[in-house]
């Protein structure tokens, strides 16, 4: 039940937000997606959505209702968080509800990033812990509820697997500060400690497609 109701308020927020079939996005969408994605989105998401830099989100088979959502909540500066300000509420201005749903599309179905190879052995293990199992004691569900036991997401809940430690990493720093303003994940954070988050970003960022 605790599970359930993480969901639901989880899914409150996506609200008006639905999954894209295929036949919605036409043509001409697609190829105008196409264009943003690779002349503005790439310099800092990579081609095809795979960042090369630490700094910024890995796009590539992420959830094509999560990334519409969080479109919009830019759009809105509905999201405040740091990055946000700085680079996505400008950037999602002029994008309308079509070109955000077939940029959507786009990323949904590119190749996911593959796992890191040198991260901190020892980190990795305690952070598959947690997510797996989570922490009772501190009050952290097991991450794996939501965002699947492989952390490949669902279309509600978004794909964490091969993001970067640093990225992972500061979105939780977002959430425990409230940055981001999401009440569930704010609670998780709370729950957790700088090394804890350290530790199932590592693991996070271990998995591959």
Not at 64 to 85: C, E, L, P, S
Request: charge should be neutral; aromatic fraction near 6%; proline fraction near 5%.
């Amino acid at each position: 039940m605790k599970h359930l109701a993480v969901s639901m308020i989880l899914l409150s927020g996506l609200i008006g937000v639905r999954a894209i079939a295929a036949d919605e996005v036409s043509p001409e969408i697609r190829a105008a997606a196409l264009k943003v994605a690779v002349t503005t989105c790439a310099t800092c998401h990579g081609p095809q959505g795979v960042s090369i830099s630490p700094k910024f989100p890995r796009l590539a088979a992420q959830s094509a209702v999560y990334i519409t959502a969080q479109m919009k909540n830019f759009k809105t500066h509905a999201r405040g968080d740091a990055d946000a300000v700085g680079y996505m509420w400008g950037m999602s201005a002029p994008l309308d509800d079509d070109v955000i749903a077939g940029l959507a599309e786009y990323y949904s179905k590119q190749i996911p990033a593959s796992g890191a190879t040198d991260g901190d052995a020892a980190a990795t293990s305690r952070g598959k812990t947690l997510y797996q199992e989570g922490n009772a004691a501190n009050g952290v569900p097991p991450c794996a509820s939501c965002h699947g036991v492989n952390a490949a997401g669902t279309a509600d809940f978004p794909r964490l697997a091969g993001q970067t430690t640093q990225y992972l990493v500061k979105q939780l720093r977002a959430f425990h500060n409230n940055m981001r303003d999401v009440a569930v994940m704010h609670g998780v954070t709370t729950g957790l400690n700088e090394g804890n988050m350290t530790d199932v970003a590592a693991y996070l960022a271990s998995l591959g497609p």
